[in-house]
């Protein structure tokens, strides 16, 4: 079973940059698929980012193309978000997630972290 943790959140102005971080407890991270999510209260869960087993790009959401990269170090067992140009509308709490299918779909993953809140205020 993969463990999940993810770190970086917190309190960013509108235009401000932050970058997240999700580690991984084992070395078969280099096996799974991930994706990061986000989830703004009263909203469902949606996909920010995919990222194959290897490193390549399969999905950014059009609301954050050209403004985030999703990325990992396999050998470190880590996930990567880098979000720049941030706006209000980015305040949710973000989760990584590793299945073993490159999906959007929250349902095709198997493991969660607990997430880490980012609230940009303007």
């Known amino acids: 079973q993969v463990q999940l943790v993810e770190s970086g959140g917190g309190p960013v102005q509108a235009g401000g940059s932050l970058r997240l971080s999700c580690a991984a407890s084992?070395?078969?991270?280099?096996?799974?698929?991930m994706g990061w999510f986000r989830q703004a209260p009263g909203k469902e869960r949606e996909s920010v980012a995919t990222?194959?087993?290897?490193?390549?790009?399969?999905y950014y959401a059009d609301s954050v193309k050209g403004r985030f990269t999703v990325s990992r170090d396999n050998a470190k067992n880590v996930l990567y978000l880098q979000m720049n140009s941030l706006k209000v509308e980015d305040t949710a709490g973000y989760y990584c997630?590793?299945?073993?299918?490159?999906?959007?779909?929250?349902?095709?993953?198997?493991?969660w972290g607990q997430g880490t809140q980012v609230t940009v205020s303007s």
């Open positions: 997630a590793a299945s073993r299918l490159i999906s959007i779909n929250p349902k095709d993953y198997q493991y």
């Open positions: 084992e070395d078969t991270f280099s096996r799974y698929h």
């Open positions: 990222i194959t087993s290897i490193g390549a790009i399969a």
